[in-house]
């Protein structure tokens, strides 16, 4: 998504002013955005029949284990100083998955040294409950080693479509 962006080839389609994409955002500032899981989804279907037609290869887009090895080496690279933050979008996989690259560096790599995530923020409109895969409260990711207790820690109920786009929009202008 963002070779295409960053190549403007698409850029007679926008619907937006590209001032106000915060994914044209993203993609010039290259922040990594881990998508874990997107098989399940209707890119995922259609991704899939291109492939059993042998138009398109599995190998062209990454495996939740790719992203994870990704992620942790990007983590160790960048996680020293003011830390980095866990902006989470929605519930179940897309926010547990990359947010276990703490405790996995921790408990199974043995990385005594590796800083929790500096900031989390949630936005989801499952309702936050203990035990409650896609909307785990905060306090509840202490307990796993993915947060620490002085984490700043925000969530944010709401359609998240609706909700992201104005956040970003705010961060985007400070």
Not at 14 to 26: F, H, T, V
Not at 101 to 115: A, C, G, H, S
Not at 121 to 126: A, G, L, N
Request: hydrophobic share 40%; aromatic share 14%; proline share 6%.
């Amino acid at each position: 998504m963002y070779k295409m962006l960053l190549s403007k080839e698409m850029e007679q389609y926008y619907e937006i002013d590209p001032k106000n994409s915060w994914m044209l955002a993203a993609a010039e500032r290259n922040l990594p955005i881990i998508v874990p899981g997107w098989e399940d989804s209707t890119m995922g279907n259609i991704f899939a029949s291109y492939c059993i037609k042998g138009e398109l290869q599995p190998s062209t887009m990454k495996s939740g284990i790719e992203y994870m090895t990704w992620l942790a080496d990007y983590y160790i690279k960048n996680s020293a100083g003011k830390g980095i933050g866990f902006f989470q979008i929605g519930g179940g996989i897309a926010g547990d998955f990359p947010i276990c690259v703490v405790p996995m560096l921790y408990q199974d790599m043995e990385m005594d040294k590796i800083p929790f995530w500096s900031y989390f923020c949630q936005i989801s409109d499952s309702t936050t409950s203990y035990g409650s895969y896609s909307g785990a409260v905060p306090n509840e990711k202490i307990t796993w080693g993915k947060l620490d207790i002085h984490t700043p820690k925000f969530i944010i109920e709401s359609d998240a479509s609706i909700v992201a786009p104005l956040v970003f929009a705010w961060l985007l202008k400070h």
